[in-house]
């Protein structure tokens, strides 16, 4: 399998409970050369979408989650306010 694992964010955005959050995204080709993709979402730290990776990847993705939840939180405030761009 290719290790090769991308992450994304997003800015912080207001979801459907009225709460702020970080979309974040886990993508890689697999050995079919098909995009495995998780979608998980901070603060709540728990993958929410899953295609292509197992009950256990999807876990240690969590955990990833948890773990880096500060830094993640705070590069999403930087793009969240364009005046920090300049």
Known sequence: MN???TMT???IVTGKD???QVRVQFERTNDA???DLAEGILPDCRIVKCS???TEEVGQLEQYLQLNHDDIMSKAKMISNPLKWL
């Open 18 to 20: 009225q709460k702020k």
């Open 3 to 5: 290790d090769d694992l």
């Open 9 to 11: 964010y997003s800015a």
């Open 33 to 35: 050369k098909k995009k």
């Open 52 to 54: 292509g990776f197992t």
